[in-house]
């Protein structure tokens, strides 16, 4: 199982960003997508879930309105657009999987795989 998060970058507050995790090894479908973010000296925390159907997702209160997650099963991809962003939105993004079908959680346990992160920094 590999999932592979990119996007990160630098932006100025009120910017915008896309996120993309790539997913392989496991059946797409059947998986549970969730984008979780760590800041400097804080605990990792769940941003958005996607299950199978992104009508059900999840999203901390954080970020509702601002985020959108979405899901691509051509590519085999989660998408995380962030929008209106803040300088506390600041932090390492991680994807992570979970088999299931029709459920999410912003819960780190519930999770069973990890990709590596991708910085976000807004910033003027």
């Known amino acids: 199982v590999q999932l592979q998060a990119s996007g990160g970058g630098l932006v100025q507050p009120g910017g915008s960003l896309r996120l993309s995790c790539a997913a392989s090894?496991?059946?797409?479908?059947?998986?549970?997508i969730g984008w979780f973010r760590q800041a400097p000296g804080k605990e990792r925390e769940g941003v958005a879930c996607?299950?199978?159907?992104?009508?059900?997702?999840l999203y901390a209160d954080s970020v509702k309105g601002r985020f959108t997650i979405s899901r691509d099963k051509s590519k085999k991809s989660v998408y995380l657009q962030m929008n209106t962003l803040k300088p506390e939105d600041t932090a390492i993004y991680y994807c992570?999987?979970?088999?299931?079908?029709?459920?999410?959680?912003?819960?780190?346990?519930?999770?069973?795989?990890w990709g590596q992160g991708t910085q976000v920094t807004v910033s003027s």
């Open positions: 992570a999987a979970h088999q299931t079908f029709g459920s999410c959680s912003l819960r780190r346990e519930w999770f069973d795989y």
């Open positions: 090894g496991f059946t797409f479908d059947y998986n549970a």
């Open positions: 996607a299950p199978n159907s992104v009508a059900n997702a």
